[in-house]
């Protein structure tokens, strides 16, 4: 097995390890996506159709969550065993008591970015103290404005 093959099983099976309740020829397992599809989802798309999660005994159930938020409440709820989502989704509903752990981290970089004109004269994060800031209601960084600002 190739070692990008070897790391998408390997994930999945570090959690599956915590998870088992009974041997049997393949185990079921379902992920909820925070969407569908996009390039991070590559790993398990590629492991699907190739047949990698099969061949070491896992039925990959693979559906969206509907945004990360939604996704990782699915997992706390039992409905399924992973999620991949926002880190700030997750804790958040941790901070509420949702029984979740990270066991693995995909995309080591955010994608939000501050953008400003160049003549708003925000030099830093600390210049946006005070300022009216637009985000998306669910974005990632609502978690963490509050904590920096």
């Known amino acids: 097995m190739k070692p990008v093959h070897r790391l998408i099983v390997g994930a999945m099976a570090v959690g599956l390890a915590g998870i088992a309740t009974s041997a049997s020829a393949e185990d079921d397992v379902r992920l909820r996506l925070n969407w569908m599809w996009y390039g991070s989802h ?3 798309a590629l492991g699907k159709d190739k047949g990698y999660f099969k061949d070491d005994g896992i039925s990959l159930d693979v559906r969206s969550g509907n945004g990360s938020g939604s996704a990782h409440r699915l997992v706390a709820n039992g ?3 992973f999620s991949y989502g926002s880190c700030a ?3 958040n ?3 509420q008591g949702a029984p979740l752990i990270s066991v693995g981290v995909i995309d080591a970089t955010g994608t939000e970015a ?5 003549d708003a004269g925000v030099k830093s994060i600390a210049d946006l103290k005070g300022k009216t800031i637009l985000t998306t209601a669910n974005a990632g960084v609502n978690t963490f404005f509050p904590i920096v600002l």
């Open 114 to 118: 501050i953008i400003v004109r160049p």
């Open 93 to 95: 509903l941790a901070a």
């Open 89 to 91: 989704s997750m804790m």
């Open 42 to 44: 590559a790993p398990f």
């Open 79 to 81: 409905d399924s065993q």
